[in-house]
């Protein structure tokens, strides 16, 4: 088929299935790398395309999930080798079919900062080595698929827009609670992808189709009509003996829900086979796929927090040096520490997005916002109001921006608008357009309004939809211009209403020079939502401010129950005990916290240098130990127990242990200058096994694990057995962590576990990995399976103490 085929959904377009376990039964060895097959067995991987064309796939993936640089280190093959070789064996195969051949690429293996390691532009810079060699060979489209790192997949998209001009799919796996493992959003990824230019979308592995459909029909309903929805689900869930509970007709069946939703793309992953795409194919070529009905909605979003703007949103405004000496100092010194914790206190004081300008004379504003919204990234999950009009600051902070965000802003001046319009579409930011130009303010809502409609045309032709455009009618001075407040509201209420767009007003703007302000900015505050203001640009830690945007939207039916007004004012005098003081002391870590304590309070918000801070001066008045057992570990089982429930997710997690370990490295030298001896809870072993290169669960669990007081020996990835072995018998390890993420590489997984049984080693063995489950993980001789990174610290404590 031609690639433009795929797109005009006058039938299903039908994708193929797994490819790991079919090299696994056509004689794929244990320890055999899967993405050399096209050199190592081409005739083995050219009939297993072959059976899928035959089958009725109309998109063949090449055999390239893992031919990335990072993965073939040491195979004495080149990216560009392996690349096209495969992409040859596809090719080959599609030749009688007609069908096309995709260029499959998965994720790199590690986390990218701040969760991880690995560099956004590094991750970008394997990626474009795969898709330039899959481009040079002869590919029909990219398909990044089984991601579960927005910012990974961001640098996948880029990669890809940068560096081919093929069609770009995109698919994410989600697991059961409908987040994937990194805790990003089914809204989250499809706002992202499309708006960085994905032409299709889709979910694949992890789950089988039953599991796999509401997500899908989220996607549906989250995705522009024009781009096409795809699904390649597991043979269903998997067995103890490696196998999956569904067969081809059972799937087939399963799958035939998706008609009705919007997918027009169906294939399968795990598990299955050529037959189970046969029998798919004969389900649905008869069908025609029904019509995808989106919601058309305003939203901003990170991975884990998708902000829906359909009523009264705040935006917290404490990260700008407008007037604010302090945050000054902070951003001329390149210290983030201060910005860090406003973010944390406004966020905690109900801000949905944060507002963040780096605009201040004798400073490099692009490098300052670039190392800010990085900064901001590692401690909130906000989404994030870029304030500049500097394009090449906007370029460099929406290049690494793990989300969607709202640029603020453009004005009715054609130059601004050439320049920063086409990087809000780039990125697929929002954007906020101010109600001015070359002549100023106008001062009557009919010039504002004008302003307006030339902008929202601009933007629209630009590709911006009105659904992410915001009109800021300006906020005047009421003590030197009077009557311009009704112009304000008039000329917000006319957008809303006459152009469909959102709006955004700087509301604390209004008081400016008059005594009392909280009084008129509360009362104009109310004005403007009663006129139509969807973004109020405030102080969130301004209790009644903040007690006028609750009132609001409990009286407009917005805060369903009155769920969120309950929970602020359940005890009113209480909150309005700490409101207050959190009003007189902004952002002050540790001010609320329970006892004071701000160590526990800094480690809770993830908080380095402040964990660090708070560590030093708990030393001077507590024992180390003290330190320890009162603050720290209990900071760590407060995350620990939010991330088990679900309110907590892994950027969190992650950032609460690294905070911890700052604190840790205070005491330490504590302990080191008062001679005393440092004990460890307990020596672990922990590796992920021969053959398999994924290694980001695996390091999770050596970070948490070391912040609870483990000695923790990492032997790192692609693990022979013997080494595992070795480590045990020198190290004395009671407890012994192994971890696999593919299919491939499980019985490995069970070599290493029999090695150690063999060995006679006085240790427990617990695993851990998306493949496995814990019938299975009994199945192969493990003692434990753990989940994840919080249930491998439970049982260590429940081994070792």
Same mark, same amino acid.
């Given at each position: ?32 790398? &899967? ?19 035959? #089958? ?28 096209s ?29 701040? #969760? ?134 059972e ?42 009905? &989106? ?18 949103t ?24 201060? &910005?860090?914790?406003q ?28 190392q800010?919204?990085?900064?901001l ?36 001046? &054609? ?12 990125y697929?930011?929002?954007?906020v ?27 629209? #032709?630009?590709g ?29 209420s ?14 604390s ?39 006028a ?37 902004? #952002? ?36 180390p ?64 096994v ?47 962590g ?15 576990i ?26 192969i ?8 990174a ?11 103490g």
């Open positions: 088929m031609q690639i433009r085929e795929v797109f005009d959904r006058k039938r299903f377009v039908f994708l193929d299935g797994g490819m790991g376990t079919q090299l696994q039964a056509r004689g794929l060895q244990p320890g055999q790398k &899967p993405e050399l097959a096209a050199l190592e067995m081409p005739e083995v991987l050219t009939a297993i395309h072959t059976d899928y064309a035959n #089958a009725g796939a109309d998109i063949l993936l090449a055999n390239t999930f893992g031919a990335n640089a990072k993965k073939l280190t040491g195979c004495g093959h080149t990216v560009e080798e392996v690349v070789a495969s992409i040859a064996c596809a090719r080959k195969a599609a030749e009688t079919t007609g069908a096309c051949v995709a260029l499959d690429i998965g994720p790199l293996g590690e986390l990218l900062v701040p #969760a991880g390691t690995l560099a956004f532009e590094d991750a970008y810079n394997e990626f474009a080595q795969v898709i330039r060699a899959g481009a040079a060979a002869g590919a029909d489209l990219v398909f990044l698929e089984t991601m579960t790192d927005l910012y990974e997949l961001k640098a996948a998209i880029l990669a890809a827009r940068e560096n081919c001009n093929l069609p770009v799919f995109t698919s994410m796996s989600f697991e059961s609670r409908g987040r994937t493992f990194t805790g990003c959003t089914v809204e989250s990824y499809a706002v992202t992808a499309a708006g960085l230019g994905a032409d299709a979308v889709g979910i694949n592995c992890s789950l089988g189709p039953k599991e796999i459909l509401p997500f899908a029909q989220r996607l549906c309903r989250s995705v522009p009509a024009g781009v096409p929805v795809f699904v390649k689900p597991n043979a269903g869930l998997p067995n103890p003996d490696g196998s999956y509970n569904l067969d081809p007709d799937f087939a069946a399963e799958m035939k829900e998706y008609a009705a939703i919007g997918v027009s793309m169906v294939g399968g992953c795990c598990g299955t086979t050529p037959a189970f795409i046969a029998r798919l194919h004969e389900t649905f070529s008869p069908l025609t796929p029904a019509d995808k009905i &989106p919601i058309r909605r305003s939203c901003l979003c990170t991975p884990v927090r998708f902000v829906e703007v359909n009523g009264i705040v935006v917290g405004e404490r990260i700008n040096p407008t007037g604010k000496k302090r945050l000054q100092q902070a951003l001329r010194d390149g210290d983030s520490a201060y &910005p860090c914790t973010a944390v206190a406004q966020a905690e004081a109900g801000a949905q997005v944060l507002d963040v300008n780096a605009g201040l004379p004798g400073i490099d504003e692009a490098a300052t916002l670039e800010l919204v990085k900064d990234q590692a401690v909130t999950d906000l989404p994030l109001q870029l304030d500049s009009s500097n394009p090449e600051a906007l370029s460099r902070a929406l290049r690494i921006y793990n989300g969607k965000p709202i640029v603020n802003s453009v004005n009715g001046e &054609p130059e601004t608008l050439e320049k920063i319009l086409p990087l809000c579409k780039k697929g930011a929002a954007v357009g101010l109600a001015l130009d070359k002549g100023g303010i106008p001062p009557t809502a009919e010039g504002r309004f004008a302003i307006a409609q030339r902008i929202v045309a601009a933007a629209n #032709a630009a911006i939809p009105n659904e992410d455009i915001y009109i800021d009618c300006l906020t005047l001075t009421a003590s030197a211009q009077q009557e311009g407040a009704v112009q304000t509201l008039e000329a917000l006319r957008c809303k209403r006459e152009l469909g767009v959102r709006t955004v007003l700087g509301v703007n209004i008081s400016f020079g008059l005594p009392c302000r909280g009084y008129l900015n509360t009362t104009f505050l109310t004005m403007a939502m009663s006129a139509g203001l969807d973004l109020a640009i405030m102080n969130p830690n301004t209790p009644e401010m903040m007690a945007v609750r009132a609001y939207r409990v009286l407009t039916s917005q805060d369903l129950q009155s769920t969120d007004y309950v929970a602020a004012y359940a005890d009113v005098q209480i909150q309005t005990t700490q409101t207050s003081k959190s009003a007189a002391t902004v #952002a002050e870590v540790g001010a609320a916290a329970p006892g004071g304590d701000a160590l526990f309070e800094a480690v809770r918000r993830g908080l380095k240098a402040e964990a660090r801070a708070a560590a030093d001066a708990a030393l001077t008045m507590r024992e130990l003290d330190v320890v057992n009162v603050s720290l570990i209990p900071a760590l089982d407060a995350v620990g127990d939010g991330f088990e429930k679900g309110t907590v997710f892994l950027p969190q997690l992650l950032q609460a242990a690294t905070a911890a370990q700052a604190a840790f490295e205070a005491i330490k030298a504590k302990i080191a200058a008062s001679g005393q001896a440092q004990g460890s809870k307990g020596k672990i072993v922990i590796a992920t021969k053959g398999d290169v994924h290694d980001i669960g695996k390091n999770i669990v050596r970070v948490i694990l070391e912040n609870y007081g483990y000695d923790v020996l990492d032997l790192g990835r692609d693990v022979d057995p013997e080494r595992v072995v070795e480590a045990v018998r020198q190290t004395g390890a009671k407890l012994v192994l971890s696999a993420l593919m299919t491939t590489t499980v019985p490995n997984m069970q070599a290493t029999e090695a150690l049984h063999a060995a006679h080693l006085d240790c427990k063995v617990m695993v851990g990995g998306a493949v496995l489950t814990p019938d299975y993980a009994r199945d001789g493990a003692d434990y399976y753990c989940k994840d919080k249930a491998s610290a439970d049982l260590a404590k429940q081994l070792l």
